[in-house]
């Protein structure tokens, strides 16, 4: 079992609409979780962490973490194309302490 | 405005040569990493490094080195490239808050 999974894509949404991204993890020490947005030959930006169980909102996106499930989420409401990307998660802590470890990452595609 | 740099930003190399890719930050965090990133594989990490005496091993590091040179330095040696090691190069760094990533070189090995 990877340590990191997130669900296979590609992911295509119409434009408006709430994009779903949803990633597992192994390692139940795992402390802080990670989504990174990663646009085609760029390098991975941070776009949203959580620690805490629950829902964290940041403008149209939210992360979503289950500990108890070691699931989290990323919601991306009224999609854009240029929210057109690969999305990585990641998570930390446990027997990862100062690293991160990454999800393979799922390719989102909004179409107009 | 602080940030991560890289250097340089694409290289061609022949087999068996030696190759230094270079990382400098502004940014003041003490950790830094280097990753690679291959089609289907994900970005992996190669070497990391919590402040300037200590080095780590990622989860690929044969075939490579590192030297923390400063806070803000971190180098990446190919000491014989192979063309396996054709890949994207990201350094990164950490305040222990998630990771902020370099631009990236993109390194082929012929």
């Known amino acids: 079992q990877k340590e990191v999974e997130q669900n296979s894509g590609p992911l295509s949404v119409p434009e408006g609409a709430i994009a779903s991204l949803n990633c597992t993890y192994s390692?139940?020490?795992?402390?802080?979780f990670f989504w990174y947005r990663q646009y085609s030959g760029k390098s991975p930006e941070l776009i949203m962490f959580?620690?805490?169980?629950g829902d964290k909102e940041d403008g149209r996106f939210t992360a979503q973490l289950n500990k108890a499930s070691q699931y989290v989420s990323l919601l991306i409401r009224d999609s854009q194309p240029s929210d057109s990307a690969t999305y990585l998660c990641a998570v930390a802590g446990g027997t990862s302490y100062g690293k991160l470890t990454f999800g393979q990452g799922t390719i989102l595609t909004v179409h107009p | 405005d602080a940030d991560v740099t890289q250097t340089p930003r694409n290289r061609i190399t022949k087999t068996g040569k030696r190759i230094m890719l270079e990382c400098s930050q502004t940014k003041g965090h003490d950790r830094m990493y280097w990753y690679r990133q291959d089609p289907g594989l994900g970005l992996r990490l190669i070497y990391y490094s919590f402040d300037v005496k200590d080095i780590n091993k990622g989860e690929i590091s044969d075939g490579y080195s590192v030297s923390r040179q400063a806070q803000a330095k971190f180098s990446l040696s190919l000491e014989s490239a192979i063309p396996n090691q054709t890949a994207l190069y990201f350094c990164a760094t950490s305040r222990g808050q998630g990771e902020f990533f370099g631009p990236g070189t993109r390194l082929t090995v012929l």
């Open positions: 390692d139940r020490g795992s402390q802080s």
């Open positions: 959580i620690y805490s169980n």
